[in-house]
């Protein structure tokens, strides 16, 4: 479950399970993928499994039942913020206020957080329609980070 979009080739920290960002996907299908892994959470929109690894928990976000978003929860005592930068050594990083990046085909937003005890590393598609106000903001008021194939990426 690599997160190579067959463009960007991600280090992968040892110890550490990734998600799939292979957008589109059906629940049905990462469900597969995860088989090996305790669902812990589910609802029409979500799945959350228990982590094998580093991370404690990987939770996948859909919409029409398409993955839209990846995020993995990591012991922040386990690794370091360096380590898990190599996932994104070959993306750009973007100017938004996160520090996010965005994979070099621009179709992937990117992003580690620490919320002390677990870092948050998360992905999510970049396809929201190009359609922003008089202040570049979307109609939800978030704002740009990047472009891909004429659509934006936003962030709030």
Do not use: H, R
Request: aromatic fraction near 10%.
């Amino acid at each position: 479950n690599i997160p190579d979009n067959g463009i960007d080739k991600p280090a992968i920290p040892e110890g550490l399970n990734v998600p799939t960002i292979d957008w589109g996907k059906t629940k049905n299908d990462v469900l597969q993928l995860m088989d090996d892994y305790e669902l812990i959470y589910l609802d029409d929109n979500t799945l959350v499994f228990d982590g094998l690894g580093l991370e404690k928990i990987i939770s996948y976000s859909f919409e029409d039942n398409k993955l839209n978003a990846s995020i993995v929860f990591v012991d922040s005592s386990k690794i370091t913020l360096t380590e898990l930068n190599k996932l994104f050594i070959s993306y750009k990083k973007t100017n938004d206020e996160y520090g996010g990046y965005l994979s070099s085909d621009d179709a992937t937003y990117a992003n580690i957080t620490n919320s002390g005890n677990y870092y948050c590393i998360g992905w999510a598609v970049c396809d929201a329609p190009n359609n922003t106000g008089n202040d570049g903001n979307n109609e939800d008021n978030e704002k740009p980070i990047g472009t891909a194939n004429n659509k934006i990426c936003y962030t709030k």
